[in-house]
């Protein structure tokens, strides 16, 4: 048929064979009423659509349908979906029931077998560390000796790191509580797109993104951190307060409220929240991501590498009086 | 009776022991399944037994690949049942009472047969559990495997990872030596910052305005029941929606 994929349409774009269809068809004279003269035909309103664009249609029943006209845009519409159901046909035929049947395996013996293994390996490298390392257990608790310094779990280390930079309630409740409950099960809500189900780092642009947003992420938190320990958010808008006479700049509760101090939540958010647009940025002028699944690889790793970051300078470069230093430091040691 | 007991009684005397043993009603009803090397059994066993219909009979053969899963979602459930064993075993040793309760640590350390590396067990599955759990969450996001239909079953994962953070804090405060307490100073200060209910969450969590013997019963009681009892019952619909949504992810 005129309207099928001809040998001429090879190496074409779908939107140029689209253009194509859309020539033929109105060449064919679909789109024009039928028995009417050309200058009263009324452009026709396509009648059901559906018939025309259901794929399994022979494709005589477009262009030798009698009856009502069809539109070309439609007529054409159908060819290229025809076209384009005929290619997924042709790539994955449905597997017969053998195939699928050898495409499944019993969960006994062979499922059971590598979760008992797994699990045993990992009981006994539990047993191993616990025979040889032992749990700390320090002094009796004494709420009047204060420790110094006084730490959180090492999983919250992460949060008190963020705690020595802004206020508590950012810090300590609202960051963990946005990243918990609302950022990372939004995720799959944003990011729909199953082409790359089951793959690790399914897209072609994933590795290079996520390794290249760890590395930057990691920067900025050192840096940022490096920042405020020896120049200081404070430090710095106090002398722009001293030199322009704007005491607002360093009140840590202005009207009142406390969320809306510079130093304490305006300028530390900021922080958070540029260099993420920055990286966005960078990721569009450098590797030019395909689809939103590459955005969310990066927004998801600087998230992982966040929470490394923070975790390790917490437990590791944090001594007395939670001062930025050297794990070696002998002012590491925990003083009542 | 006794005609029920000759079949028995006559492999016994003529030696066909295996067939004794086997063969019988008592057997039968505590062995269902013969032992699974048919594909009849191999389904069967996966039907009648509690804790295997968990699982599917068949899977698709991508989903064994151990780089992809590396096991991490099992291993999460599996070092809560340790957690669980262990802490059970703690508990006959503990008493959850400022007096008392540092002491119990330290007969466990010093008294109790295997007391100390049952502690240590304890101690290192929880920070094992937190790891792990991360990791199987680091593991779904970058198979992609959060996309529909699976985006309730993701959501239910940041409560978990939630629960278990919780969980592994509220065991913290337990030994009651001056790591935990002040530890939990610093937690509880960080949830007295929360904006308009902050003092009556501290209050909440410590049961006073200072850490005390009221903190210790309540953390002990989210502890050893009431989060574990909550975990259980997200982890039930965790697995039970695996299994709704298609099974574990996989190449379309």
């Known amino acids: ?250 009140d840590p509760n202005p009207l009142g409220i406390g969320l809306l101090s510079m130093t304490n939540v305006i300028v530390p958010l900021t922080l958070m929240i540029a260099p993420i647009f920055l990286l966005l940025w960078l990721l569009k002028l450098i590797y030019k991501p395909d689809t939103i699944r590459d955005y969310m690889f990066a927004l998801f790793t600087g998230f992982v590498a966040a929470f490394i970051v923070l975790t390790i300078s917490g437990t590791f470069f944090r001594g007395q009086g939670m001062r930025l230093m050297w794990p070696w430091d002998p002012r590491q040691e925990r003083v009542e | 009776m006794m005609n029920e007991l000759r079949p028995f009684l006559e492999d016994l005397s003529r030696g066909n022991f295996r067939r004794a043993l086997t063969e019988n009603r008592v057997f039968k009803a505590w062995f269902r399944t013969g032992y699974p090397s048919t594909p009849r059994n191999q389904a069967l066993i996966m039907f009648n037994n509690v804790f295997l219909h968990l699982h599917p009979v068949r899977i698709r053969r991508e989903s064994l690949k151990i780089t992809y899963t590396f096991c991490l979602g099992g291993l999460s459930f599996f070092l809560f049942l340790i957690l669980t064993v262990s802490g059970v075993l703690l508990m006959f040793y503990y008493r959850p009472a400022t007096t008392v309760a540092y002491q119990d640590m330290k007969d466990l350390q010093t008294i109790v047969n295997f007391g100390l590396m049952l502690r240590n067990l304890h101690r290192y599955s ?47 405060l337990l030994p009651w030596d001056q790591l935990a307490v002040w530890a939990v100073t610093v937690g509880t200060n960080m949830a007295g910052a929360t904006p308009f209910i902050g003092e009556q969450t501290r209050f909440l969590l410590l049961g006073g305005y200072e850490i005390g013997d009221n903190t210790l019963i309540r953390w002990y009681v989210l502890h050893v029941i009431a989060l574990p009892l909550v975990i259980s019952i997200f982890m039930a619909v965790h697995f039970w929606r695996i299994r709704k949504d298609g099974g574990i992810s996989g190449p379309l």
């Open chain 2, 126 to 172: 929880a920070h094992g559990m937190v790891i792990v759990v991360f990791l199987h969450m680091l593991r779904v996001f970058y198979t992609g495997s959060y996309k529909p239909p699976r985006e309730f079953n993701w959501g239910v994962g940041a409560i978990l990872l939630f629960l278990t953070f919780f969980l592994s804090f509220t065991g913290y």
């Open chain 1, 1 to 250: 048929m005129a309207l099928d994929k001809s040998p001429d349409m090879e190496g074409m774009t779908p939107a140029e064979r689209a253009a194509l269809y859309k020539q033929r068809a109105a060449a064919l004279g679909i789109g024009k009423a039928p028995n009417t003269s050309g200058a009263t035909a009324a452009p026709a309103k396509p009648a059901a659509p559906s018939p025309v664009a259901a794929p399994a249609l022979p494709s005589t029943a477009v262009a030798e349908r009698p009856g009502p006209a069809v539109p070309a845009k439609v007529a054409a519409a159908a060819a290229a979906r025809r076209e384009q159901v005929a290619a997924v046909a042709a790539r994955e035929a449905a597997p017969s029931h053998k195939e699928q049947s050898e495409r499944l395996v019993y969960v006994w013996p062979h499922l059971v077998t590598i979760e008992f293994m797994s699990a045993m390996l990992l009981l006994f490298s539990l047993v191993l560390v616990s025979v040889v390392l032992q749990a700390p257990l320090i002094g009796h608790a004494n709420l009047d000796k204060t420790p110094n310094p006084s730490k959180a779990p090492w999983y919250f280390l992460n949060l008190q790191e963020l705690l020595l930079h802004m206020h508590p309630a950012l810090a300590g409740v609202i960051v963990p509580s946005v990243v918990l409950f609302g950022l990372i099960p939004a995720i799959p809500y944003i990011d729909r797109n199953t082409a790359d189900v089951g793959k690790w780092f399914g897209t072609p642009k994933a590795v290079r993104i996520s390794v290249f947003t760890f590395i930057y992420s990691t920067f900025v938190l050192i840096a940022e951190i490096l920042f405020d320990e020896l120049i200081g958010v404070k430090p710095l808008l106090k002398s722009i307060a001293d030199a322009t006479g704007q005491p607002w700049l360093v």
